[in-house]
């Protein structure tokens, strides 16, 4: 079993940059893609960026393109999400997952694929 834990959230003023990380455990690492994933208040979880498990391959929503990076040191076996220029709008709990293989950012994108899952990290971005 996985057991995955993020740190490196908190409150941040618009245009501000955080790093969240992602600690892994339990399993072998690069026999997982990864994923972050974020959950605003009523809104549903969506996938903020995926990385496969080499680090070769990497997707993300449209709306932090350019502005956040994910990555991966398998030899930590750590996870990671570079976030820069944060606007209000990133407000959310991010969550780190682990999950099988897939291609594709809509494919990626559906949270069943992930069997293991984070507490997740508070981010709140102020205006």
């Known amino acids: 079993q996985v057991q995955l834990v993020e740190s490196g959230g908190g409150l941040v003023q618009a245009g501000g940059s955080l790093r969240l990380s992602c600690a892994a455990s339990?399993?072998?690492?690069?026999?997982?893609?990864m994923g972050w994933f974020r959950q605003a208040p009523g809104k549903e979880r969506e996938l903020v960026a995926h990385i496969n498990w080499s680090g070769s391959n990497t997707y993300y929503l449209d709306s932090v393109k350019g502005r956040f990076t994910i990555s991966r040191d398998n030899a930590k076996n750590m996870v990671y999400l570079q976030m820069n220029s944060l606007t209000p709008e990133d407000t959310a709990v991010y969550y780190c997952?682990?999950?099988?293989?897939?291609?594709?950012?809509?494919?990626?994108?559906?949270?069943?694929?992930?069997?293991?899952w984070g507490q997740g990290t508070q981010v709140t971005v102020s205006s």
């Open positions: 997952a682990a999950g099988g293989y897939c291609t594709g950012y809509a494919y990626c994108a559906n949270a069943a694929r992930y069997a293991y």
């Open positions: 339990g399993g072998t690492f690069t026999s997982y893609n």
